[in-house]
C-alpha cells in the first residue's frame, strides 16, 4: 500500500473533514393527507404522487 510522503496540514484535514458532517432529513408535508413523506417520492400513507394515486395502500389499523 502506498504511504504519504509527506504529513498533510490542518488545513488540509480540516477542509476534508468539513464534509463529513450529517444533515437532518428534509420532510414535506403530502398534501392529500397531511402526514410527513420525503420529496419526490410516493406517500407511504396515502399513495398519491402529484396529486395522483399512484398506488393501493391498504389500510394497516
Known sequence: M???VKRH???RRNMRRAHDFLTAVQA???PQCGK?????RV???CG????R?????EDLA
Request: glycine share 4%; net charge positive; proline share 15%.
Open 9 to 11: 496540514s490542518r488545513t
Open 53 to 57: 394515486a399512484v398506488i393501493k395502500v
Open 28 to 30: 414535506s408535508a403530502c
Open 36 to 40: 410527513f413523506k420525503l420529496p419526490h
Open 48 to 51: 398519491t404522487y402529484k396529486g
Open 2 to 4: 502506498p504511504n504519504p
Open 43 to 45: 406517500c407511504p400513507y
